[in-house]
Structure formats: structure tokens, C-alpha cells
């Protein structure tokens, strides 16, 4: 047996696998031990604390979270609850009420099973196609997160002038959204950029975060 602090240091050499797995969306999901924390990967990305949550907690202290008024937050693909842990853990506003999406169960499952999801206090995680949900909620929302990944890809039905305009009649009169984008490539840079060109149109304001050269974070307000 390991000991955990030979574990912890040897996690910061290379990732221990804790379990793997699949389901209907998802061909390999595995929650590794690495850097001293669990994290959530597919085969080509990580879904929930890793370099991601990174992306979120810049993203966060950009919009100054600590200081705004956001009473009822949206989560747009809530994997394992990386942005709910920064909301809640890291800026400790556990009387804000969370609204998480996640389109797989098996994740929803890994969430309470290692990530203890069941901790963060009024939070609801629904398992659903966001999709779907946007376009069935009448609820309003002072921040929604956007974070819809089939890997490393941005389904096209989330980047529609149509799902923008949706979610923007979502928002409270101050609301604003965050949406994660990954511009690593030719191709995904160009839809990064057709992306912002939409959302320009739609939102009154958009400012752009370049978050660990990768990834490209959307700030859109009303």
C-alpha cells in the first residue's frame, strides 16, 4: 500500500490512474491522481481539474467574481464540478444557487463517486443535453459558464447565432456568460473567430481572455 504521502509526491512525476471507464458519449473516461489533486480526462483532454480549472480560475478573477452580485449561476457542462468547487471551495459563496448541466450520467456518477459533487450546497446537477435545457428553462441567471466539449470540439449547435440569442435572453439585466473556447489550431482558431464575430452582434459587450496560450475565454454582457 502507498502511503499517501509517497502518493502525493509521485503524482507530481506522473499521473496515478484511479479508475477508468466509458459510456454511450464518451469511448474512455479516466480519473487520474495527478499534481496532488483528482482530475477527470478523456483521451485527448481534461474535463474537470486540471488545466481546465486553470482557465476557469483566470477566467474568474477577470471578471472580478469575488465582488459581482451573481446570485443564481448556470453550468454549462458541469463535468465533475471544477467550476462549482471555484465558485463555492476557492471564493466560498456556498449561498449561491448553482444550476449544473451534464449531458453524460457515467460523469454525472464519477462526479459523486470521487469528486464528492454532493457537497456543494444548492446545487442542482441535471443530466441533459444543454441543448435541450436552454430551450425548455424559463429561469434567468446572473452568470452562465459555457463549457460543451466533445473532446477538444465545440459541437456547432452551441455556437449558432440562434443558442447565443437564447442564451442571452437567459441573463438577468446585469448578467454575463462565460464561454471556454479552445483556439490551439488553424481550424479551431478560425471557429474562435467566427465565434466572436457572433457574438458581437448578439451581445453589447465581448472582451476575449487568452488563457494558458491554448484556450480563449469569452466574456459577453448584456
Known amino acids: 500500500m502507498i502511503s499517501r504521502l509517497i502518493r502525493y509526491v509521485i503524482s507530481f512525476v506522473i499521473p496515478i490512474r484511479v479508475t477508468k471507464t466509458s459510456s454511450s458519449y464518451h469511448n474512455y473516461l479516466e480519473v487520474v491522481y495527478s499534481q496532488g489533486r483528482l482530475m477527470l480526462n478523456t483521451r485527448k483532454a481534461n474535463y474537470s481539474f486540471g488545466g481546465l480549472h486553470r482557465v476557469f480560475q483566470i477566467a474568474f478573477k477577470h471578471i472580478n467574481y469575488k465582488d459581482i452580485e451573481a446570485e443564481h449561476i448556470l453550468i454549462l457542462g458541469f463535468g465533475v464540478g471544477s467550476v462549482a468547487s471555484i465558485i463555492q471551495d476557492e471564493y466560498g459563496k456556498t449561498n449561491t444557487s448553482i444550476t449544473g448541466v451534464e449531458l453524460d450520467p457515467v460523469i454525472v456518477e464519477l462526479g459523486k463517486t470521487y469528486f464528492n459533487t454532493d457537497r456543494f450546497r444548492q446545487t442542482d446537477i441535471i443530466c441533459s443535453d ?5 430551450n425548455r428553462t424559463d429561469e434567468r441567471f446572473d452568470l452562465i459558464v459555457v463549457d460543451l466539449y466533445e473532446e477538444v470540439n465545440v459541437p456547432e449547435k452551441f455556437e449558432t447565432s ?4 437564447r442564451l442571452k435572453d437567459m441573463l438577468s439585466a446585469n448578467g454575463q456568460i462565460v464561454f471556454n473556447k479552445v483556439a490551439h489550431t488553424k481550424f479551431h482558431y478560425k471557429q474562435f473567430e467566427l465565434l466572436y464575430q457572433r457574438m458581437n452582434e448578439i451581445y453589447q459587450s465581448v472582451t476575449v481572455i487568452e488563457a ?3 484556450n480563449r475565454v469569452l466574456i459577453a454582457k448584456n
Open 162 to 165: 440562434q443558442f447565443l440569442i
Open 130 to 134: 444543454a441543448h435541450d435545457f436552454v
Open 212 to 214: 494558458l496560450g491554448m
